[in-house]
């Protein structure tokens, strides 16, 4: 659910979509009406009559982004419980939410330059508008590519499927924008090669050593080796259930 600004917004366009729709269908439905009256038909520019409704519906549909870039660098909706950043751990932990917090004073600058501009935002006959907008635009490009990179910066060197549970788990809860979403994507098919790779190693282990597993000294020889057979199945029964367990990430990969 969006915040009651988006809520409005939305509401807004769906007004001028359907009432263009309503005109259209009016004016088929009076055209059937008249077959043969041609004199009675709708003949008017639609251009012209719905210049100014799809200027204000195109309007809504820019601000709606402003409010999606500010769910997403800013973390501000009407379901988030404050809008702090959760806990990243790691040694990088500490790297990866200062670099958040950048991000956020970039966008809010942003935010701060559309609040001052001198003319009424909702106002489609001023033409302003367009240069500002896409100055903003660009410039949360910008931030979505900054964005990325510090995802991807958090999983460099994650060798554990645990690790990189956790860490798709947190971007999947921050990820809103389209951009920031097929990188989550991205990021889950990786881990899931993570985990086939893992079953890999773990099989050639298991081939490698079975006549012989890696005992200790004081470990008997038949009880010993069943219980390392039995310690890569649980490695591998462990893992295959944190994936199974993850459930804020994409149903559709998780298949």
Not at 132 to 142: A, C, G, L, R
Request: proline share 2%.
């Amino acid at each position: 659910m969006g915040t009651i600004t988006q809520v409005a917004l939305e509401e807004s366009i769906q007004c001028g979509v359907l009432w263009k729709r309503i005109y259209r269908r009016t004016a088929a439905a009076i055209c059937t009406a008249h077959i043969d009256a041609a004199e009675e038909h709708w003949t008017f520019d639609d251009a012209s009559i719905f210049a100014q409704i799809d200027a204000f519906v195109q309007r809504c549909r820019d601000l709606l982004e402003v409010c999606e870039g500010q769910i997403q660098f800013c973390r501000r909706s009407s379901s988030a419980k404050g809008n702090s950043l959760p806990q990243f751990g790691g040694t990088r932990g500490n790297e990866i939410t200062k670099s958040f917090i950048e991000i956020q004073v970039q966008f809010e600058k942003q935010i701060d330059r559309l609040r001052s501009l001198e003319y009424e935002i909702l106002d489609v006959k001023t033409s302003h508008w367009h240069d500002d907008y896409n100055v903003f635009k660009n410039s949360v490009k910008d931030l979505e590519v900054m964005y990325t990179n510090v995802m991807n910066t958090a999983f460099e060197g994650v060798k554990r499927v645990s690790d990189a549970v956790a860490i798709l788990e947190i971007y999947y809860s921050l990820a809103k924008r389209d951009a920031i979403k097929r990188c989550v994507e991205k990021k889950t098919v990786d881990m899931y090669l993570l985990f086939i790779h893992a079953i890999e190693d773990i099989r050639h282990d298991f081939d490698e050593n079975r006549r012989a597993p890696p005992l200790r000294n004081n470990e008997p020889h038949w009880a010993g080796s069943a219980l390392w057979a039995k310690s890569l199945a649980q490695t591998v029964q462990d893992s295959w259930s944190l994936l199974q367990g993850a459930t804020l990430l994409p149903v559709s990969q998780q298949k």
